[in-house]
């Protein structure tokens, strides 16, 4: 998988996107080789909410050059460079005037930063502050920056609906706006596209919806389509974002805070990861904001590795092939198939012997010798058969009882299949 | 308002103040001067509840001399030296007559204690154990104790109501009853005129009720008057009692634990302070012990500097001007108006764009170039704006964020005024 | 007390107990020498939910010898060494023949393992895993068990009620199925004969119910007849197991957590014991495992020293006299009787002075003279009276003041009989 993950990785790396243009379309049209999504084109101008879609914007060619007719920076060489929707613009500027439309980090003076203007009309260049030093304060500088805001265009986005037995849903959504950066954001699109793998030819009890839109409007106008769709039917959705380096694990709660996909996280990594992070839900970061609005307040986490805002190098140029791991990736690919397998099985199974124990011997589930320790698969009949009354679902029961998930599935199965419990 | 404070406290403290009696007539009258209190005299046998207004008390003269005329004890000296409600009396005695109506601290020999016995006449004499230790054993003492416990008198106390905007009352109620001692208790009449004088002149929400009378009967009575209206109409309590000390501010919960002056007192403290004490309710100390009887149980909390009890010089003469400073106590008052302030402005308020986030950018309140680190007033307004969905209220919402509350007020008059929160 | 425990357990000891058989009909015989219990014959093959009461058991004569004559082990000497439920065998068999039938403990060679094969129909013998490596590996060796297992026999329990003035019930039931080991199970039916002893001439409020019956099959029976009834009836119940010894003692909570006799252990315990094991329920263990079926889900606890499984001699040999400590077995029975004390007196009791505190002085309940410190008893009336609110219970008020239950029970009194308080 690792192979596969670098393939795509590097073939998507240096394609400019943002939350429109033809960087968006390219970037669904490689991932769609991966997971055949459906394309859909959303015109600018379209109100959703207290939003209205952006005008479409295209970059062709950006640079400065000096008067010597050296390149200061191009865009062709590092798309960071130019400040994300700049409108179009040629001329020739004093220092001074050119310094108003240059972004550098004083405090990170090696790095290009990433900024937008998504909503306000300007345009500028981004580098890093060492190179910023070292213009000459007295040259004259040409800048061009070929670009267009096309009000007649489009916002681009793709998704892809794989049902399950069920029309209850669990949501997969990330995000497509973030040009060449790799852990936040080339890794919630990769690894998105091959949880997809993993699961398309299981048999799923739960139907599986996955999104690739832009940040922020693109889930605002999901929202306006499929919200009040999503609040009679999605029992899970996870942001998928920040997952592609080795950090610890992070879990972030959902508005909720013990919703489905929370209880299934939580237990998934407390049983099989050492260390990792747990941060309650806040109103900021990434798409749970909107999903995770009061009106919606639907069932979305985020399971991540290193999370957003909290390293160094984030909304950088440092935040590149470098800064990842595709051993991680999978890793962390595996880990949410992991959560969705509990998901699938995790049901309210009802004992159909409620009072006292049954007899489990003569079914062939018990020692018929007496021993002094007894089998750890005995102890997770017991928890289940005692538990299995109603009230609780398959989690409640591996939460209280902390036996290895897996041991408690297959015990459920073997009840199952006894007639002892039933669905 | 330090010099202010020094001035009234030398003013009061060498009244003798009880139950009843004219030291309370002429402690209200100088706090009147402050705060001008309504003036009740409540006949003496009136029934309340289960108690009776006592008798009216007053003490012209009382004292010890031995053979030779050398005075002993002299309440005019020290009023603590009189035991509270001592009956009228006159005579001669020997030491071991006399020994029967002496009180002393055996543990704190150098200190005078305040005793009284109000419901079981008695009469009686309080001093140091060093003076005690020292009187002659086989002398004869004269004793002289010109008061008068009068049937026909009256229990004085004074209150004021400072209309607000809303009928919904907040009560701020202290004791009377403590003759020539300085924490507890002048402190809380003190502090209590004061935070009125903050009060008075603005445009408060709530309607403010200020109580002054004496502790425990006092309470009872007032109860018997008001206690069903404060039923309906009191949001918040406070008994004012032992504010005048520089020790760590220590919150006493009421009954109910999470009262709205409870997590508005818990908020403020958390916030500014970085060290006070939090105990739980329990039915003993001052008036809460009236106020929140399980009949009432009302949302009256404590809170205090250095606690009754919890300090040696309680109830005795320690408890002086040198115990106390009138800094802290500044502080105290003021401490109590941004608690007021805060549950002035706590409201559910309605965020009107509950599907995804309003933009804030087309309102000014969010930036146009994106930021690698957003202004915590970006933060509290996200918070403001989740969690305004009619279940939380400001309080709850700086619980869950821990923002400051004055930017969380801030943001909130700000998402008011652009019509994106409603009350 | 001690001395009698004594001599009853060496009278017990030596019979061999099994779910069925004379063993134990001569063990109730005893045990009915300290209370008198009725003896019921449950015949065998009678269905009780889903088990069959097996066929009775009884076991003349057992032991191999080897081809000189000299006998290997003998159930004569310890019973341990005969498989429980072993059907009858006679026959010569070579070592590796006997092999299949013999259980050892390689981990713990020097005792004697306790096994079962209850309903599955085996032969075997246990013994010291040193002994069974000395065996002759080609010797030749004679077996004889000269068993029974009768279908048309009986499973033979014992129970008593004793009445009190509530038919509401308190139920100890414990288990007499084990032969010779001491914590686990002689324990239990002396530790609950002997609690028999020290109710049976108190006036009682609760009718306590007292079962002797075998582990798992008999509660189950027992459930059969009375589950329905202990729905309605049952306030508090314990399974009596593993209270021989000197360890710790160690609550085990019922399923519910927080019922009659789970707050009533651990308050006893936290105000009596400096220190004690709690134990969340899990479906496991003894007894509880089907009165906290989740069909029936009664108020039963545990209370037990050192706990089944949780020590090495636990089933072996090494369970023995030397195991326990008739001065441990004395001091559990005590407290089990505090804890019956306390669940008697434990009531909602109504303060009739709801509104503010009623005047206790003019009862002769609060010193007429102020004084700085109080004695702890008015403390504990001033939670009395401000908890009395019919909403809690005198367990809930202990909890919250964490005041000696004994000062607590004796101010209940007080303030019932002075009409403050009532029932």
């Known amino acids: 998988m690792q192979e596969q993950l670098e393939k795509y990785f590097d073939r998507l790396w240096p394609i400019n996107r943002s939350l429109t243009g033809d960087g968006n379309r390219e970037t669904l049209d490689i991932l ?24 479409e914007w295209n970059a062709k060619e950006a640079w400065i050059k000096d008067e010597h007719g050296n390149t200061i920076v191009d865009f062709a060489v590092n798309n960071l460079h130019l400040l994300g929707y700049s409108v179009p613009f040629e001329g020739e500027l004093t220092f001074n005037e050119l310094k108003e439309h240059l972004y550098t980090l004083p405090k990170q003076p090696d790095l290009i930063p990433y900024l937008t203007s998504y909503y306000s009309r300007r345009w500028g260049f981004c580098m890093s502050h060492n190179q910023f030093q070292k213009l000459d304060k007295n040259g004259i500088y040409t800048v061009k920056i070929d670009s267009s805001l096309d009000e007649k265009g489009a ?3 793709g998704d892809l609906v794989l049902k399950g037995k069920s029309d209850k849903e669990i949501l997969l959504t990330t995000y497509i706006c973030h040009p060449s950066m790799a852990n936040n954001e080339l890794s919630g699109p990769l690894v998105t ?12 009890y739960y139907t599986y919806r996955f999104v690739f839109a832009p940040e922020t ?11 009040e769709y999503f609040k009679q039917n999605l029992e899970a959705g996870f942001v998928v974002t920040c997952v592609g380096d080795d950090g610890q694990f992070t879990y972030k709660k ?10 299934a996280v ?37 399971l991540l590795r290193t999370t957003y805002g909290q390293y160094a190098e984030y909304h950088t140029s440092g935040d590149n092939k470098d800064f990842i791991s595709f051993a991680a990736m999978e890793k962390t690919i595996l880990k949410y198939v992991e959560i969705l397998t509990l998901i699938e099985k995790n049901k309210k199974y009802i004992n159909q012997f409620p009072y006292c124990e049954p007899q489990l011997g003569k079914r062939g589930l018990y ?20 538990y ?15 036996i290895d998930y897996k041991t408690m599935m297959n015990v459920a199965d073997k009840l199952l299949l006894k007639g002892i419990l039933k669905n």
């Open 254 to 263: 959902s508005r909720r805070g013990n919703s489905l996909p929370d209880r």
């Open 193 to 204: 596209a091959f949880i997809y793998n993993q699961l398309k030819d299981k048999e799923n």
């Open 266 to 302: 939580y237990t998934i990594l407390k049983q099989t990861e050492s260390e990792f992070k747990v941060i309650d839900f806040a109103p900021r970061g990434s798409d749970e904001r909107q999903y995770c609005s009061p009106g919606f307040n639907l069932p979305v986490v985020l």
């Open 32 to 55: 769609s080789e991966i997971i055949p999504l459906t394309i859909h084109e959303v015109p600018s101008g379209t109100q959703c909410f207290d939003w209205i879609v952006p005008p």
């Open 217 to 227: 409007i693109g889930s605002i106008y999901y929202l306006s389509q499929y919200g």
């Open 388 to 402: 299995s009354d109603g009230d609780h679902d398959l989690l409640d029961i591996i939460e209280k009882c902390n």
């Open 367 to 386: 020692p018929t010798l007496s021993e002094k320790e007894k089998a750890i698969e005995i102890d997770a009949m017991m928890w289940m058969l005692n």
């Open 155 to 157: 916002m681009t986005y």
